[in-house]
């Protein structure tokens, strides 16, 4: 008798899953529900199909041929009740789905913000998460002359990118005293505000919203910061980090444990029999959770692989990420804002342009890189982590781990470097 596979959630975790699973059985029944959208998007695009770089449907990584050819059931629908006692989910619409085995892959939401005039009705208020966040971001964006948006992360600023190349004037309130403090050193979140106010962006940094206010319509008028300043605007983007998918759980009929996400072992098990949890959504042993597409990918994959077979424990990597703010390149390896007691970085800049690197090292063993205005190779990078090169070894031997074409390479002897204490301060991610 076949087995039936249930993935609640159709992210880069629940997709990589499925796949998984049927690479691995052929003959199982696998059922991929999501109320988001119909298939599977790569969510790092929602940005460039904003500023009209993508269709929408050139987000999608797959032929929409592919879930037909691989016998994967696709399902737009939201699960509103989980009995794990029945193995039995139900739908929104009433409709029951069995399952033999059932992976939460639900992803992760936008935080909410707390503050007086913000409630679910207030037009013109956007996050930039999922596609409805793309949605409301289309909709309101024509008849925006100015915007406000809140929160220091990625987020926030593909957020602001965004409303720059649509036309719309931004402010960009960075409760911190700097840039991303949770990613970025003092002068790293300096260099990339100073790129933000290059093209145009009323960056405030050290500046939160207190409230918000509404016109008659029901929609954002204007905001007052903590600094007790009013900024008229028509459009307020939250982007004050992610948080796991799961409240809708606490609600159901046989509910897993859960504490910042659902709550895994080592081999991404929930609580619950024949039940796990991957990606965003999964809160693994330690208590942390991987908010990175690479890391849901990987989790995902695993998962998928340990429904369907002999179980293996997850071993997360080295972090990565990369990415540009504005037309600044970054890219980060290691351990940095959250490196042990006792470590500290080097970091050097060049004298006349926007660039720089760092390394962060706990006597001579170096735990984490970060690069701004130029492109790095982040495997090279990690395997000198793993290797604990020393500090000293990898600064020699940088440039081969740049990415830059052979004649376009930041000119890294030109740089100066200097010892830099470690600023540990928490932030929006």
């Known amino acids: 008798m076949s087995m039936a596979y249930v993935v609640v959630g159709n992210g880069v975790a629940g997709v990589s899953a499925a796949l998984a699973i049927r690479s691995r059985d052929a003959r199982a029944s696998i059922a991929l529900v999501s109320d988001e959208g119909?298939?599977?998007?790569?969510?790092?695009?929602?940005?460039?199909?904003?500023?009209?770089?993508?269709?929408?449907?050139?987000?999608?990584?797959?032929?929409?041929?592919?879930?037909?050819?691989?016998?994967?059931?696709?399902v737009r629908a939201r699960v509103a009740d989980l009995d794990a006692t029945q193995h039995r989910l139900t739908l929104g619409d009433g409709r029951t789905l069995p399952y033999d085995r059932l992976l939460l892959a639900t992803g992760s939401r936008a935080r909410?913000?707390?503050?007086?005039?913000?409630?679910?009705?207030?037009?013109?208020?956007?996050?930039?998460?999922?596609?409805q966040d793309l949605d409301a971001c289309e909709k309101y964006t024509p008849t925006t002359k100015r915007a406000v948006v809140v929160g220091g992360g990625l987020i926030g600023i593909e957020l602001v990118e965004c409303l720059r190349f649509h036309g719309v004037a931004v402010t960009f309130l960075v409760r911190e005293p700097w840039y991303w403090p949770a990613a970025?050193?003092?002068?790293?979140?300096?260099?990339?505000?100073?790129?933000?106010?290059?093209?145009?962006?009323?960056?405030?940094?050290?500046?939160?919203?207190?409230?918000v206010e509404r016109d008659a319509n029901g929609r954002v008028s204007a905001v007052t910061t903590t600094a007790g300043e009013t900024i008229a605007c028509e459009l307020l983007g939250v982007c004050v980090g992610v948080e796991p998918q799961v409240q809708w759980l606490k609600g159901v009929a046989t509910p897993p444990t859960i504490g910042r996400g659902v709550k895994v072992d080592a081999t991404l098990r929930a609580s619950l029999d024949d039940v796990w949890a991957a990606g965003d959504c999964a809160e693994l042993p330690d208590g942390r959770v991987e908010s990175i597409w690479y890391s849901a990918k990987r989790q995902g994959a695993l998962a998928g692989e340990n429904m369907s077979g002999r179980p293996k424990a997850y071993a997360p990597p080295v972090f990565f990420n990369s990415a540009k703010l504005f037309e600044l390149e970054y890219t980060t390896v290691g351990a940095l804002a959250d490196a042990e007691d006792g470590a500290e970085s080097l970091y050097a800049t060049h004298p006349t342009r926007a660039l720089s690197w760092r390394i962060v090292h706990a006597g001579d063993k170096v735990l984490g890189f970060n690069a701004l205005g130029s492109r790095w190779d982040h495997t090279v990078i990690t395997r000198w982590i793993e290797e604990e090169r020393p500090v000293d070894w990898v600064r020699e031997n940088l440039r081969a781990a740049q990415f830059d074409v052979e004649f376009g390479r930041a000119p890294l002897k030109e740089m100066t470097a200097r010892a830099l204490p470690l600023e540990r301060r928490g932030a929006s991610k």
């Open 38 to 74: 119909d298939h599977f998007f790569s969510r790092t695009a929602l940005m460039y199909a904003f500023m009209d770089r993508l269709p929408r449907r050139a987000m999608e990584p797959y032929e929409r041929h592919t879930w037909r050819e691989r016998g994967i059931e696709l």
């Open 112 to 131: 909410r913000l707390d503050a007086p005039g913000i409630t679910d009705d207030l037009a013109g208020l956007v996050h930039f998460v999922t596609l």
């Open 184 to 211: 970025l050193s003092r002068q790293e979140g300096e260099m990339a505000a100073a790129e933000m106010r290059r093209h145009g962006v009323d960056v405030r940094e050290g500046a939160a919203l207190a409230s």
